[in-house]
């Protein structure tokens, strides 16, 4: 299809006598969430770094579009609090080209997070800093952003606010996601696909359809197969900002082809 972004086919890996990885095959399109989930070492974070050329396979074939451009949000990010860095600064770092201020500024504004643009980067909270984090990424209009535990670390309303935030994005720009995370509860609704991941792949396809897989239920259990859909798919016609507070929802719509 001409607009498939990426696609793995059988990728193992193997560390010593232990196997990390067995057989993973997938694809992901343009305007599109792929959501991984699965328990603590069933290998999501590895399947990023395979992806981003970071680890090398111990077999199998990964495919990237011609030229793609790839934005990464880290799971986590230590900054030396005695560095005198802004957040301007440190997000203007990420820029592979020159750049107008304002397109910085408009970034950060379609994130929620223009108002911390001068702060001390190591001053602002943890749900701040991955809004920050998301702008970094988008500095350089990626077809293809990769996250690995976006909402880490913030509240429940953060979380939803987060993955909302995500879902308006795809929406307004067209880049595919592919996005690992552990909050069952909030993904699937906001998720084009889910994979199931517990070194192989337990699962995979509509949200709907893996929360009531038997594998997934083996996994997860009945209780968090329920939550996943009733948390997050009633509307609202207020968001929460980073701080968990209401503030006004701003219109998304799908970004025509």
Known sequence: MPNKLLSLHHICLSLGQRDILRDISLELHASSILTVIGPNGAGKSTLIRILLGLQQASSGIVWLRDKLSIGYVPQKLTINAQIPLSVRRFVSLARAKSFKQHTLENIMDSVGALHVLDQPVHSISGGELQRVLLARALLNEPELLVLDEPAQGVDINGQAEMYRLIDCLVKE???????????????????????????????????????????????????????????YTHDHDHQHGLDGNVCSLKNCERRKA
């Open 173 to 231: 720009r067209g880049f595919g996601v592919l996005m690992v995370s552990h909050d069952l509860h909030l993904v699937m609704a906001k998720a084009d696909q889910v994979l199931c991941l517990n070194q192989h792949i337990c699962c995979h396809g509509k949200p709907e359809a893996v929360s009531q897989h038997p594998e997934y239920l083996k996994l997860f259990g009945n209780i968090a197969a329920t939550r996943d859909i009733a948390i």
